[in-house]
T-cell receptor, first 112, second 113 residues
C-alpha cells in the first residue's frame, strides 16, 4: 500500500548511544518532515525537507541531524541520545502543502 | 509568540452528545487550517482542511469545522459523537508564505457508551 514507512517501530537506547530513524515514502512527494510528539505538547517540527537535496530546521532541531538521501527517503539521526529525546517520532510527506500531510505510523523511542 | 491554541485538553462525553473543540491561532495573513485525528496507537489522519471559500468545511465521519477569520478560530464540531470517536484531535495551521504545518497541543476526547 502507498504511504509513509518508518523503521524501527520501537527502540530503547542508552544515554550517549546513536541511532538513525528511517523514513521512506512511495508517493513521489517532494516535501518530507520529522516531528516529535510529547504528552501535552502536541507535535513539534524537528526538521523538514522541501525537496531532494535541501533540509531546514524546524522548532526543535537541537540534538538531531537529517539526511534527504533521495526523493523517497528522509532519515533522522540522534548522534548522542539523551533522556529528553524520549518521544514518539513521526515522519510525514506531502505533494503540495494544501493537500495536507501523510504520516507514518511512528517510532517510539526511549532513552534510558 | 505565534502559536496554535487548543484550550480543551481533555473532553469527556457520553455517546450522542454534541462536540465542539476549540482552536485558535495567532498568525496573520492567509492561513491554511487542518484538523487531524489520532486514534489510540495509530498515526495521524486528516479529518478536514480549509484553504478558501465556504468557511464551513465538512470532513470525514460527520465532522465539520467553521473558520471565523475575525476570531482567528477554526473550531471542530460533531452533532452526535460515538464511542469510536475516542481519540486525540489536533488542530494545525500552515502560516502564510511557509510550507510548515504547526500543530496545537491536542485535545483528548473520551466518549463513553
Amino acid at each position: 500500500n502507498a504511504g509513509v514507512t518508518q523503521t524501527p517501530k520501537f527502540q530503547v537506547l542508552k544515554t550517549g548511544q546513536s541511532m538513525t530513524l528511517q523514513c521512506a515514502q512511495d508517493m513521489n512527494h517532494n516535501s518530507m518532515y520529522w516531528y516529535r510528539q510529547d504528552p501535552g505538547m502536541g507535535l513539534r517540527l524537528i526538521y523538514y525537507s522541501a525537496s531532494e537535496g535541501t533540509t531546514d530546521k524546524g522548532e526543535v532541531p537541537n540534538g538531531y541531524n537529517v539526511s534527504r538521501l533521495n526523493k523517497r527517503e528522509f532519515s533522522l539521526r540522534l548522534e548522542s541520545a539523551a533522556p529528553s529525546q524520549t518521544s514518539v517520532y513521526f515522519c510525514a510527506s506531502s505533494e503540495k502543502i494544501y493537500y495536507g500531510y501523510t504520516f507514518g505510523s511512528g517510532t517510539r523511542l526511549t532513552v534510558v | 509568540a505565534q502559536s496554535v491554541s487548543q484550550h480543551n485538553h481533555h473532553v469527556i462525553l457520553s455517546e450522542a452528545a454534541s462536540l465542539e473543540l476549540g482552536c485558535n491561532y495567532s498568525y496573520g495573513g492567509t492561513v491554511n487550517l487542518f484538523w487531524y485525528v489520532q486514534y489510540p496507537g495509530q498515526h495521524l489522519q486528516l479529518l478536514l482542511k480549509y484553504f478558501s471559500g465556504d468557511p464551513l468545511v465538512k470532513g470525514i465521519k460527520g465532522f465539520e469545522a467553521e473558520f471565523i477569520k475575525s476570531k482567528f478560530s477554526f473550531n471542530l464540531r460533531k452533532p452526535s459523537v460515538q464511542w469510536s470517536d475516542t481519540a486525540e484531535y489536533f488542530c494545525a495551521v500552515i502560516p502564510y508564505n511557509t510550507d510548515k504545518l504547526i500543530f496545537g497541543t491536542g485535545t483528548r476526547l473520551q466518549v463513553f457508551p
